[in-house]
């Protein structure tokens, strides 16, 4: 006789218990401002869809960790950097690091006075 076909099946267990292999991800972190090139400063807002998880950032490019400072409040975007996040939930694996670049050109002009090039 023949071989048969090989067949293959993914089984998902959702849960707190066991080990880290069949834990659930928690959602990426959601900026409320894309990344891009802004004339002014930004207020950046982040948020997670994992009820509960806990955002930890840098904004100096480097890979947020546990330890990382945590969110709590609106990341004044007022030069350029690249803003790096993770969301944490206890019993769940830690989501995917989410990224956004911003580059602040605005000059050190005052506000709005008649203009400045000649």
Do not use: H, W
Not at 42 to 65: E, F, H
Not at 67 to 94: F, L, P, Q, R, W
């Amino acid at each position: 006789m023949n071989d048969s076909a090989v067949a293959t099946a993914t089984y998902v267990i959702n849960g707190s218990e066991g080990g880290s292999g069949g834990s659930e991800k928690v959602s990426a972190p959601v900026f409320s401002i894309q990344g891009g090139t802004y004339s002014s400063k930004q207020k950046v807002k982040l948020s997670c869809a994992t009820s509960g998880a806990t955002i930890r950032y840098t904004t100096d490019g480097s890979t947020p960790t546990a330890n990382s400072k945590k969110y709590d409040k609106e990341i004044n975007v007022d030069k350029s950097m690249t803003i790096k996040a993770i969301a944490i939930k206890s019993g769940m694996a830690d989501s995917e690091i989410a990224t956004q670049t911003y580059v602040i050109t605005g000059g050190a002009g005052g506000p709005g006075g008649p203009g400045g090039k000649k």
